[in-house]
């Protein structure tokens, strides 16, 4: 029912900037929060950040926390995710997921985009 599409740009050098979207479709854009996670080559999935459906609330994994901005459109239906002064370690697939799960910030989340890649190097 709910379909979650990254977009945005996959190369950047050190202390560059990037913009990931995610584009939300078969749910009103509110009832969901919507987060951000990524995964390096042979780890394991970690937490980026996150926001509320109604964009009060905004939690940070500590690696980029300062460095990162999660905001939402919810009159279209997008998150993003400002990545700014990036490092080489932030070199991942990039994830958007949603979660319909009370309470805050929120432990689990139902659905899932098929992510996309951003590459920091020189």
């Known amino acids: 029912q709910v379909q979650l599409v990254e977009s945005g740009d996959g190369l950047a050098q050190p202390g560059g900037s990037l913009r990931l979207s995610c584009a939300a479709s078969g749910r009103p854009a509110s009832s969901l929060k919507m987060g951000w996670f990524r995964q390096a080559p042979g780890k394991e999935r970690d937490f980026v950040a996150v926001?509320?459906?109604?964009?009060?609330?905004?939690y940070y994994a500590d690696s980029v926390k300062g460095r990162f901005t999660i905001s939402r459109d919810n009159a279209k239906n997008t998150v993003y995710l400002q990545m700014n002064s990036l490092k080489p370690e932030d070199t991942a697939v990039y994830v958007c997921?949603?979660?319909?799960?009370?309470?805050?910030?929120?432990?689990?989340?139902?659905?899932w985009g098929q992510g996309t890649q951003v590459t920091v190097s020189s």
């Open positions: 926001i509320d459906g109604w964009s009060v609330s905004r």
């Open positions: 997921a949603a979660s319909s799960a009370r309470g805050w910030p929120p432990r689990d989340y139902d659905y």
